[in-house]
């Protein structure tokens, strides 16, 4: 008979321990991100003991855990992030994932396909004169 311990994810057998593995982050929401929304990555790794989680933006530490939030998310959110999933046995990187936050005027001039630089000018005419605004 093989003796088992309840966690709040899974049922693990106590024999059996093993370092992390299939260590994967997703980002939610998928698709395009902009400027003043929130952002969700998410790790998920298979490991006994279960593994702690740490989140890195290039080489710089920015979170733990295994949910990483951001709300309010600006421009200088963009850039590669990975989780490292780590207990007594062993540890292991995801792959990184891309987060690109797109600038909220960018944003609108895509959605609208109306840029121009500079931007266009309006002229209104009245009465034979012109005033240009």
Known sequence: ????C???EQVLPRGDVYPPKNVSVSINPSGEIVEGDSVTLSCSSDSNPPAEISWFKEATIVGSGSIYSVSKISSNHSG???CKSRNKHGEKD????MLNVIEMDRFFCVA????HTPPP???IRHWGSAIKI
């Open 112 to 115: 609208s396909q109306w840029c």
């Open 80 to 82: 590669e992030y990975k």
């Open 94 to 97: 995801s792959d990184i994932a």
């Open 121 to 123: 000018s309006v002229v």
């Open 6 to 8: 309840q966690t709040s």
């Open 1 to 4: 008979m093989t003796n088992t």
